[in-house]
């Protein structure tokens, strides 16, 4: 390169000092955690944690009981339920460590010692004097020392895919991002060459800063998470109402108020100390149930530090200490807390325990333990299906927060455009309606485009040609490729006898060449039409040559026309030369001959219109986020169909300068109401996001480019390009394989249909939960017990529930879910319809399980009823009978959960069901073995093929009541 001799760059010795002093050219890269911080995280869920809680207590009594088979179920159900969600997401992140990786060892041309040598990315330093060629990525940066025809695709910063670089100051561009004679790390050399100083490296780069950006942690719940936690809350505080009413009636029935165990008053007051003692030392279980419980009320109150805190050791020592500090006031009143007579005895400490056991039992029943392997499951599986349609999901649970969205940011360049320039429109006044033919203005302007220029076609997949070099140079080679045209065979047989090459002083190029095809020597120029036009003497139209004054009206008309439909545009002309050995730039006098125009723009891709429409009838806004300008922002809104010229004014679009000016109270009120910001930094595309938020809105942003990282780090859900660079996808939660925006819309549609399988299971759950509460609870108070062994409890709560998670979780998503608006971010998950349909369906599950509990109570009814089975038999066969009872019901009801929120029969769709079919077939087939060869362990003994089939068909009429339900609603 001229002039670069003179360039010494640094010695070894200031590279050296350079390092020590400003370190490695090298992005911090983010933190990872440990995978055991990893793993613990996922007991963060709101329904892990009460589900802890009864695990923990459901061990107490088994240690009692010497029965662990529940608690140890219990166990399953939580370490499968976390374990399934950690597996998942550390395969996900595999796939992404694959496809984000940066590599710092690219080679780069820098001069040192006086030499040109090349050193690798991550050892350049500061005050290196570096050499830029086309198709370089620039290292680090820099202030620009020399600059010849240099143009740099910025895109990955502000979204420019082509911005002019001069060392002159009379040519810098005002309203540019970054100055005209600064290059920036990460961004590409598309056109001429350069030499720059490198002022910065590393996480001080423009790039690097962003990077630190879309790093920082961003604290938040997730949609579900929040209404998991409410759910969690209620159930917490519905159970602990219960267990302590249930303890409450158990002792005063059973110790306090039966006659049988009279009690001193000495032994009252003593027992009343040690339960509040317990009481004390278990505050860390029941204290943040009443807030949660005050929570849900709307009473916004925070749990005491000393509780939030503390240990466990420590309140269960306060515990202790306050039942010796009761226990020593009752001595100064005479109780002797020594003495033995002046306690319980055994008998009744023993009822006593009973009752609190009873207690907690109800605390277990009412959690519902395959809840977290429902969320888990269906998460999991949407996740792969997702992939399958080019979703990378790295966070679990970013696909369902994608069903709560209700505002989408997107970026402009290839998220909605197809990143590569292309010609949409031209004007060549001598070509009859535009088509290329054999005639001499056609051949002119082939010449002038294939020879006349500096960018190449890569032909390495047939399927895609693909650009090389200057954008807008590579859309007019693509223009041509696509009329059958091949650029290289025009340019191999000109011979060019002398190029003027771009420059942002110039604004044109001119190539004078010899042309075999048209037997003369011809200068071709093209460039910004106004400066190409004011060269010209004459437009070559069809009917000859006319006098640029004459068509320059029609020119200008039709460039503003272009102009307003944000197009680039550029102008050709040529000139017969005689004289070959004349230089190129005496040649452009004036007497040039205008051909025409082209309009070029970054064409929207053709999915996207459909599916921002998708998004939008759907109820979720999209906004476009852009560092293009204002004409071209609002044009590509129009084309994707949020822009209504009728109908949006100043107000709905907005320059990042001018959003940056607006106060933060301004700004919020303009927020939702705005639909395009242009010119866009990093920082205001963050702010953006920020004020959404605060609005309450859910957001999810697009982005390909490092400048979107910040943005997609903060935003609800993050959705980085496949082909976007390594910090935007570091910054993401989802990773679009294909850069395609329909891909969004279908992550929306699987968001929320995963949702409502959510709700179907908790739907069939709470169900299962509020039968079998209700029965402890009224069996325990009337002193009737649930005819239900722990190992069955253990089939129905945990097993069954979790082939039924697998099945409500396995249906496909419903596209008519787009059709609605999105839910509330306030919203309970548990709606009033499915808080009805739970209760009526429990109830009467209840009043059928306790009438046959109570029918068949008495010896008359069932040696009757059983008189086929053997006398001695017939009460296990009862139980056995009994137990099918509940679960088939159970069963029938997976199928009205199916169907709930659907308008249709449980039976529609389910030969796309697979998974569906395949658990409903393993749950039945698993409880006729069960009950056929359970034995003592489960408790059962085989059922008649008569019974079996009188139990399935008298439950299913659980089913056919639901599908005349539907049938009346729907009509």
């Known amino acids: 390169m001229e002039g670069r001799k003179k360039y010494i760059g640094l010695s070894d010795s200031e590279v050296k000092a350079s390092r020590q002093k400003h370190g490695a050219n090298i992005l911090t890269p983010p933190k990872k955690e440990p995978l055991w911080k990893l793993f613990l995280k996922k007991f963060e869920d709101p329904i892990i944690r009460i589900l802890l809680i009864a695990a923990f207590l459901s061990l107490g009594i088994s240690i009692i009981h010497?029965?662990?088979?529940?608690?140890?179920?219990?166990?399953?159900?939580?370490?499968?339920?976390?374990?399934?969600?950690?597996?998942?997401?550390?395969?996900?992140?595999?796939?992404?460590?694959?496809?984000?990786?940066?590599?710092?060892?690219?080679?780069?041309?820098?001069?040192?010692?006086?030499?040109?040598?090349?050193?690798?990315k991550k050892d350049i330093v500061v005050g290196d004097i570096v050499l830029l060629e086309i198709g370089n990525e620039v290292p680090a940066d820099g202030e620009l020392l020399e600059a010849v025809s240099m143009q740099i695709d910025e895109s990955c910063l502000t979204g420019e895919l082509s911005i002019d670089k001069t060392t002159d100051p009379e040519h810098f561009e005002e309203g540019v991002t970054y100055p005209s004679n600064w290059v920036l790390r990460g961004t590409k050399v598309i056109n001429g060459h350069g030499v720059f100083e490198v002022h910065r490296i590393g996480d001080n780069t423009e790039f690097g800063k962003v990077a630190v950006k879309a790093t920082e942690k961003v604290e938040g719940e997730t949609p579900l998470n929040r209404q998991l936690d409410s759910l969690a809350k209620f159930i917490g505080v519905v159970g602990l109402i219960l267990a302590l009413f249930t303890f409450l009636v158990l002792v005063l029935k059973d110790v306090v108020f039966d006659p049988i165990v009279p009690m001193q008053k000495r032994q009252l007051a003593l027992l009343a100390g040690a339960m509040l003692g317990v009481a004390v030392g278990m505050i860390k279980v029941w204290l943040p149930i009443i807030y949660g419980g005050?929570?849900?009320?709307?009473?916004?109150?925070?749990?005491?530090?000393?509780?939030?805190?503390?240990?466990?050791?420590?309140?269960?020592?306060?515990?202790?200490?306050?039942?010796?500090?009761?226990?020593?006031?009752?001595?100064?009143?005479?109780?002797?807390p020594l003495n033995s007579s002046s306690w319980i005895n055994l008998d009744t400490a023993t009822e006593i325990l009973q009752a609190f056991m009873v207690a907690v039992t109800l605390v277990v029943v009412a959690v519902p333990e395959g809840l977290p392997m429902s969320v888990t499951l269906s998460l999991a599986l949407s996740m792969r299906r997702m992939l399958k349609m080019n979703n990378l999901v790295r966070k679990m649970h970013a696909v369902e927060t994608m069903g709560a969205t209700t505002v989408i940011c997107t970026d402009k360049t290839g998220t909605l455009t197809q990143n590569q320039m292309q010609v949409a429109s031209t004007n060549f006044y001598g070509l009859e309606d535009q088509r290329l033919t054999d005639s001499e203005i056609s051949r002119l302007v082939i010449g002038n485009i294939s020879v006349n220029s500096t960018a190449f076609l890569d032909f390495s997949d047939p399927k895609k040609v693909a650009a090389l070099g200057n954008p807008t140079e590579g859309a007019l080679l693509l223009w041509l490729n696509n009329s059958k045209i091949l650029y290289s065979n025009i340019?191999?047989?000109?011979?060019?006898?002398?190029?003027?090459?771009?420059?942002?002083?110039?604004?044109?190029?001119?190539?004078?060449?010899?042309?075999?095809?048209?037997?003369?020597?011809?200068?071709?120029?093209?460039?910004?039409?106004?400066?190409?036009?004011?060269?010209?003497?004459?437009?070559?139209?069809?009917?000859?040559?006319?006098?640029?004054?004459?068509?320059?009206e029609k020119i200008n008309s039709q460039l503003l026309q272009y102009q307003n439909q944000a197009m680039r545009t550029l102008g050709f002309a040529y000139q017969y030369v005689d004289d070959a050995k004349a230089a190129v730039e005496d040649l452009i006098k004036?007497?040039?001959?205008?051909?025409?125009?082209?309009?070029?723009s970054d064409p929207v891709r053709s999915d996207v219109p459909e599916a921002v429409q998708h998004c939008l009838s759907a109820g979720v806004g999209v906004k476009i986020v852009t560092g293009d300008t204002y004409g071209t922002a609002k044009e590509i809104g129009r084309q994707i169909g949020i822009w209504k010229d009728d109908e949006d004014t100043d107000l709905n679009i907005i320059g990042g300068v001018d959003f940056e000016k607006l106060s933060d109270e301004e700004a919020l009120n303009r927020v939702q109401g705005l639909k395009i910001m242009c010119r866009a930094r990093p920082t205001d595309k963050q702010r953006l996001v920020h004020l959404l938020k605060q609005k309450g809105e859910i957001v999810?942003?697009?982005?390909?480019?490092?400048?979107?990282?910040?943005?997609?780090?903060?935003?609800?859900?993050?959705?980085?390009?496949?082909?976007?660079?390594?910090?935007?996808?570091?910054?993401?939660?989802?990773?679009?394989?294909?850069?395609?925006?329909?891909?969004?819309?279908?992550?929306?549609?699987?968001?929320?249909?995963?949702?409502?399988?959510?709700?179907?299971?908790?739907?069939?759950?709470?169900?299962?939960?509020?039968?079998?509460?209700?029965?402890?609870?009224?069996?325990?108070?009337?002193?009737?017990?649930?005819?239900?062994?722990?190992?069955?409890?253990?089939?129905?709560?945990?097993?069954?529930?979790?082939?039924?998670?697998?099945?409500?979780?396995?249906?496909?998503?419903?596209?008519?879910?787009?059709?609605?608006?999105?839910?509330?971010?306030?919203?309970f998950i548990v709606t009033p319809s499915i808080a009805k349909h739970i209760l009526f369906t429990g109830v009467m599950f209840v009043i059928l399980l306790l009438g046959m509990m109570y029918y068949f109570s008495g010896p008359v009814h069932l040696n009757s009823f059983f008189s086929y089975v053997a006398e001695g038999d017939r009460e296990r066969y009862f139980l056995s009978y009994f137990f099918t009872v509940f679960v088939l019901l159970q069963f029938w009801n997976m199928f009205n959960a199916k169907a709930y929120a659907t308008g249709k029969s449980a039976f529609a769709g389910l030969n796309k069901s697979a998974g569906f079919e395949l658990v409903a077939l393993i749950i039945l087939v698993g409880q006729i073995l069960i009950v056929t060869f359970g034995g003592d362990v489960f408790r059962t003994m085989p059922l008649t093929i008569q019974d079996w089939g009188i139990i399935i068909g008298g439950t299913s009429v659980v089913l056919w009541i639901g599908e005349l339900v539907r049938l009346i609603r729907k009509k």
């Open 700 to 827: 999810a942003v697009t982005g390909d480019g490092t400048n979107d990282a910040p943005a997609l780090n903060y935003a609800d859900v993050g959705l980085s390009m496949g082909s976007g660079t390594s910090v935007a996808k570091e910054a993401s939660d989802i990773t679009l394989l294909d850069d395609s925006f329909s891909s969004i819309a279908t992550a929306v549609m699987w968001g929320r249909s995963l949702y409502k399988n959510i709700q179907r299971f908790m739907l069939f759950q709470l169900t299962i939960n509020v039968a079998a509460l209700l029965i402890v609870f009224l069996g325990s108070v009337f002193g009737q017990q649930l005819p239900l062994t722990v190992t069955q409890m253990l089939w129905v709560n945990l097993i069954m529930d979790t082939f039924a998670a697998g099945a409500l979780a396995s249906l496909p998503p419903d596209p008519n879910v787009m059709k609605t608006k999105p839910r509330k971010n306030s919203d």
């Open 491 to 552: 340019r191999n047989k000109e011979a060019i006898i002398e190029q003027l090459p771009f420059s942002t002083e110039r604004k044109f190029m001119a190539t004078f060449v010899d042309s075999p095809k048209l037997r003369k020597k011809v200068l071709y120029v093209k460039g910004a039409p106004e400066v190409v036009l004011s060269k010209c003497k004459h437009v070559i139209t069809t009917e000859g040559l006319v006098p640029v004054n004459e068509y320059k």
């Open 66 to 120: 010497n029965e662990y088979i529940e608690t140890i179920g219990i166990f399953c159900a939580i370490l499968l339920a976390t374990g399934v969600s950690f597996w998942f997401e550390m395969d996900a992140n595999k796939k992404f460590d694959v496809l984000n990786q940066v590599n710092d060892e690219d080679q780069i041309m820098v001069m040192r010692n006086g030499n040109v040598k090349q050193v690798a």
């Open 590 to 600: 004036g007497e040039l001959v205008f051909l025409g125009i082209a309009g070029i």
């Open 294 to 336: 005050l929570e849900l009320l709307g009473k916004d109150s925070k749990l005491p530090k000393s509780v939030k805190e503390g240990g466990w050791l420590r309140w269960l020592l306060t515990g202790v200490l306050v039942t010796v500090a009761i226990s020593s006031i009752g001595y100064v009143f005479g109780v002797d």
